[in-house]
């Protein structure tokens, strides 16, 4: 099973749409979650992390399920600027590497 | 605001040829890390660095790949006999404080031929 999984899309939604991914990870002892977003050939950049409680950042809302051992993202009123790669990532809390899902896809159009 | 510093942003290699990438990582952070992207695949993790030596590494991070901090500002990744598998995008990145707040380079695009 692979340690982090997401579905890879596309999500091709319109401006000012809701889009909503999850992942799913492997290890229960995962301690950090984090959701980095990806431009085409570019750096990952940190979108935000993921609280046990839940987090929001403006139009961006993060849930975990520990028990069910998924994340999810959540984007509101999708802007063009928002399409981009968003890549799932774990650390189990034993060291300090991060292991990155395959990324999901969200296409908003005009 | 502070950025990592990758160098050469795109490099071309024959087969076998031993290539070095350059990282300058942010000045007060203490870890420093390899990972790589070939494209079209997800981002792996390859070494992380922490008081002048490994801390871990990855199953892809063989003999053939070393690392060093020659300077105390540049961290590089040395691939010895590059083969056409090592094709790929590497990120430098670095940390203040481990798997929190971790900031990537843009990368180099490395290209065996």
């Known amino acids: 099973r692979k340690e982090v999984e997401q579905d890879p899309g596309p999500f091709n939604v319109p401006e000012g749409a809701t889009v909503a991914f999850n992942c799913t990870y492997s290890?229960?002892?995962?301690?950090?979650f984090f959701w980095y977003r990806q431009d085409c050939r570019k750096e990952p950049k940190l979108l935000m992390s993921v609280y046990s409680s839940g987090n929001e950042d403006g139009r961006f809302t993060a849930q975990l399920n520990r028990a069910s051992q998924y994340i999810s993202l959540l984007i509101r009123d999708s802007k063009l600027s928002d399409s981009a790669t968003y890549l799932c990532?774990?650390?189990?809390?034993?060291?300090?590497?991060?292991?990155f899902g395959a990324g999901t896809t969200v296409t908003v159009r005009a | 605001e502070p950025e990592v510093t990758q160098t050469p942003s795109h490099q071309v290699t024959q087969m076998g040829q031993e290539v070095i990438l350059r990282c300058v990582p942010i000045?007060?952070?203490?870890?420093f890390y390899w990972y790589r992207q070939i494209l079209g695949q997800k981002v792996e993790f390859l070494v992380s660095?922490?008081?002048?030596?490994?801390?871990?590494k990855s199953e892809i991070f063989d003999d053939q790949f070393s690392v060093e901090r020659p300077d105390g500002s540049n961290f590089t990744l040395k691939i010895r006999s590059t083969k056409l598998e090592d094709s790929a995008m590497y990120f430098c990145a670095s940390s203040a404080r481990g798997r929190l707040g971790y900031t990537f380079g843009s990368g180099t695009r490395l290209t065996v031929v």
């Open positions: 000045s007060n952070h203490l870890y």
């Open positions: 290890n229960s002892a995962s301690q950090s």
């Open positions: 660095f922490y008081n002048n030596e490994i801390s871990e």
């Open positions: 990532v774990v650390n189990n809390g034993n060291d300090y590497k991060l292991s």
